[in-house]
């Protein structure tokens, strides 16, 4: 009804004589304004559902019948839209009258007058500075349209989140022995999750490189003037969900670290490398950790291990191999570079 | 659920790594088996033939778009029943002919496992054929 696509930058005209309609069409026409002309009720019923710029009638077009049709469209117009209208009159009719009767007629419409005959200076520019105004209309539209686009992709965004930390609450909640240790795990998550989304916003939705969420991830580990932890690698460029499952795994491993293993002790080191191979559509990533007290497997396995192997699983599409050294404890995972990476979407 | 009763196998296509993390282990602290999982329609079809379950759990919106719909009946098509579990119940339930039951975000446990028993119903009587 209200041609949401039209670009308003068209004129509808109409006067019942013939000559005036071609006189007018010819004008417009040669000065770069395109022009489609209503004969009848219908065509002008048609013809306004296609969303005109501007429409512009003589005042002998104005019965009863297209009175009614006009101030129909006004009345269903969308919010951001109000078509202006030019109405030409003859010197001879009482214009102030014509004027106040349109006025009550056509609600909420702007109305410009013109006397005859008119001089094709001034009509022109008339009409168009009413197309000007009634473009910034068209923006207005479609910026309306972006808001409403935009609210269903924040608000699938945050349905998405709050499932998420959902289901991380449930599931530390499931291994949790003490209170405080849920609270302290459960905080340790949710800022891990939180920094990463701070990553993948100031990467302006774009892809978001690997090291850089390996060093978000480790900063909170680090100790002034050591290298307990290292990384490296080539540059990744990742898809922001395969960025933040990365983050998250990459948070339990030190974590577990911290708790447990290398990074327990002072000696203790951790090293994360990766690589990978275009050729092959290959990324292999490897932790290892040395120096810390001995490790033996535990005897079940708590949340950050069956979350690695969960998430690990599904990005790389085989799952991790994780081992308990008593050196220390390594993770490895190599698959689809493809899969992770938005420089080589997936198909 | 009856404690008798053989474990159920159970895929599950969901785009989101940390729900499936948390479904996959309560339908192991079930009794059932988790198969695996797919963050696409497209790769559920390319996995199908190493795919060996009683049911599927499908999400609406996947990683290939609002294509959990699509994957239910492809499922449906192939003798496979599949329960949707989604934030998105309205678009669900555009669909009724395609899933045995919705479950909705975020997921109980014992939702969960009524729901599953489902799978079970559909199992006894597709045997048949």
């Given amino acids: 009804m209200d041609a949401t696509d039209s670009p308003l930058d068209w004129v509808l005209t109409m006067a019942p004589y013939r000559r005036d309609a071609e006189h007018l069409e010819t004008l417009l026409t ?33 019965n009863p019948q297209v ?20 109405i ?28 005859r005959p008119v001089t094709t200076l001034e009509l022109l520019s008339g009409i168009q500075s009413i197309l000007l105004a009634r473009l910034r209309q068209r923006d207005i539209r479609d910026r309306i349209e972006r808001e409403i686009e935009l609210r269903r992709e924040l608000n699938h965004r945050v349905k998405n989140i709050l499932a998420s930390i959902s289901s991380i609450f449930q ?13 302290d795990d459960f905080a340790g998550r949710l800022a891990a999750l939180a920094n990463v989304h701070s990553a993948v916003f100031q990467a302006d939705g774009e892809a978001v490189e690997l090291s ?64 990978t191979s275009h050729e092959a559509d290959l990324l292999s990533l490897e932790w ?18 069956r979350y690695i192997r969960s998430a690990l699983s599904s990005l790389f599409s085989t799952p991790p191999l994780i081992l308990f050294h008593p050196q220390g404890l390594r993770c490895s995972v190599s698959g689809p570079l493809s899969h992770l990476s938005s420089r080589q979407p997936e198909a | 659920m009856n404690s008798s009763a053989p474990p159920l196998r159970i895929f599950y296509l969901e785009d989101n790594p940390l729900i499936v993390f948390h479904i996959e282990a309560i339908i192991e602290d079930l009794g059932h088996v988790f198969a695996g999982s797919a963050n696409s329609f497209a790769k559920l ?6 795919i060996d379950v009683d049911g599927v759990l499908v999400d609406i919106d996947l990683a290939d778009g ?12 192939r003798g496979i029943p599949s329960i949707f579990v989604t934030g998105q119940e309205a678009i669900a339930a555009e669909h009724p002919e395609t899933a045995l039951a919705t479950i909705g975000k975020p997921v109980s446990d014992t939702e969960l496992a009524e729901k599953l028993e489902l799978f079970r119903r559909t199992k006894a009587t597709s045997k048949t054929t």
């Fill in chain 1, 88 to 115: 030409l009159l003859d010197r001879a009719v009482p214009q102030a009258r014509i004027r106040a009767e349109l006025s009550v007629a056509w609600p909420r419409s702007r109305q410009l007058y013109y006397q």
């Fill in chain 2, 66 to 77: 609002r294509t959990g719909p699509v994957a239910a009946k492809w499922l449906r098509d």
């Fill in chain 2, 45 to 50: 079809v390319g996995n199908f033939d190493a």
């Fill in chain 1, 171 to 183: 599931m530390t909640r499931r291994r949790a022995v003490s209170l405080d240790e849920f609270a």
């Fill in chain 1, 288 to 305: 290892v950790e040395s120096g810390g007290p001995p490790v033996s497997e535990p005897s079940r396995s708590g949340y950050g291990t």
């Fill in chain 1, 67 to 86: 009175l009614e049709v006009i101030r129909r469209h006004l009345i269903d117009q969308p919010e951001w839209s109000e078509m202006p209208l030019v």
């Fill in chain 1, 30 to 62: 040669h000065n770069g304004l395109p022009v489609r002309r209503a004969e009848g009720v219908q065509e002008l019923t048609a013809l306004l559902e296609q969303g005109p710029g501007v429409l512009v009638a003589t005042h002998e077009a104005l």
């Fill in chain 1, 212 to 275: 850089s969420v390996v060093e978000l991830t480790f900063s909170p580990y680090r100790v002034k003037d050591t290298d307990r932890l290292v990384f490296t690698g080539p540059t990744v460029l990742l898809r922001q969900d395969a960025a933040t499952t990365l983050a998250l795994c990459l948070h339990e491993l030190a974590t577990n670290a911290l708790k447990y293993g290398a990074l327990s002790t002072p000696e203790g080191r951790v090293s994360l490398q990766w690589s």
